[in-house]
């Protein structure tokens, strides 16, 4: 099933006459394919969880619409709707065993679409099998560890054979391990199901991890959507690009003069690229830590503070009056970085050097 969202608006009212209210989701335009898994990713508040309640039908929108295939739903309630959701709170019934807690939304069905005791619990061992909790039927949730009950609330969103599986921040109670293990087990079962699936994180990690399509926004405002490699290579402004990636991208302040792309605002200024098609004028410039090669007569010097061994690469950390923060590049272990040097010195790769605007931080691209 694809989802369709047009001009989708919440603004939720101020708690008096007096205060303002809150816009949570702004304008979001958005195609969701058939199939795919795609995250809402983006800072706490931005959003997400508001523009998941309204494709499910538990929030309505201030304005806008919302389509399931070629059907507007956006007045249809959430039972009406065909979606399974599974919430960060996974509140399983204490007192209801496996079994039961995945029945639950088939006994409440009502009418031709119920199904016989028979296919209730042929379907409720079916859903269990593909989460693999078969074996847990009859324990009740205390006596489950949090991935087996993440679990178990996925297998009842699945009951159903929902349309649409939406999730939010379903991994946000587990450890770190088990969220690795639970996300990759949420995966396979997408793929083997192909349900069209809406997956919101606020972790640029998770969602690069999971997904077919990211979803990047803030303060209600989708600020782009595409392919996690792309979303990485192509950030469209500042925003973007300091939110994908670990370590985070390096931001430098500089300028394009003549052409020449400069790190830093004074006369000391250093020239680190020739940049094509850009108006002189004032720049954010950030450097992806894989971005950096480290050259005897390289043209951006830092002042070296460290060296951390990670294996295959290291990491250079150190810094430079035209970025407020530590900076560092990730480079092969094979370089000789000299640990006693005051200094260390850089030139960039061009594809993973971008420019932003000063003013408005959109990306300015360069040849
Ligand atoms: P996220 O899930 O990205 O953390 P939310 O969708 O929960 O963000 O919230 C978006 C914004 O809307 C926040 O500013 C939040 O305080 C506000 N908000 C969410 N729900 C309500 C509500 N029921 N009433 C008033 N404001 C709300
Ligand atoms: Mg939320």
Known sequence: MNVKIENLTKVFPGRDRKSEGVTAVDEFTLDIPDGKLVCLLGPSGCGKSTLLYMISGLEHPTSGKIFFGEKDVTDIPPEKRGVGLVFQNYALYPHLTVRQIIKFPLENVKGEARLSKEDMEKRALEVAKLVQIDG?????????????????????????????????????????????????????????????????????????SISDMIVVM?????????????????????????????????????????????????????????????????????????????????????????????????????SHPADDEVIRAIISAENDVDRDAQTVRFNVKPHKTFIFDRETDERIRFS
Not at 279 to 294: L, N, S, T, Y
């Open 136 to 208: 847990l039927m009859d324990r009740k949730p205390g006596q489950m560890s949090g991935g087996q009950q993440q679990r178990v609330a996925i297998a009842r969103a699945l009951a159903k054979m929902p349309d649409v599986l939406l999730m939010d921040e379903p991994l946000s109670n587990l450890d770190a391990r088990l969220r690795l293990h639970t996300r990759e087990e949420i995966r396979r079962i997408q793929k083997e199901t192909g349900i069209t699936t809406i997956f919101v994180t606020h972790d640029q990690e998770e969602a690069m």
């Open 218 to 318: 803030k303060d209600g405002i989708l600020n782009q959507l595409g392919k996690p490699q792309e979303v990485y290579d192509d950030p469209v402004n500042l925003f973007v690009a300091s939110f994908l990636g670990t370590p985070k991208i390096n931001i430098f302040k500089g300028f394009v003069k003549n052409g020449g792309l400069y790190v830093g605002s004074d006369d000391k200024a250093e020239k680190i690229l020739d940049v094509n098609g850009i108006d002189d004028r004032q720049v954010w410039i950030g450097i992806r830590p894989e971005g950096f090669e480290i050259a005897k007569d390289g043209k951006l010097t830092c002042s070296l503070k460290g060296v951390d061994v990670m294996g295959r690469d290291i990491s250079v950390v150190c």
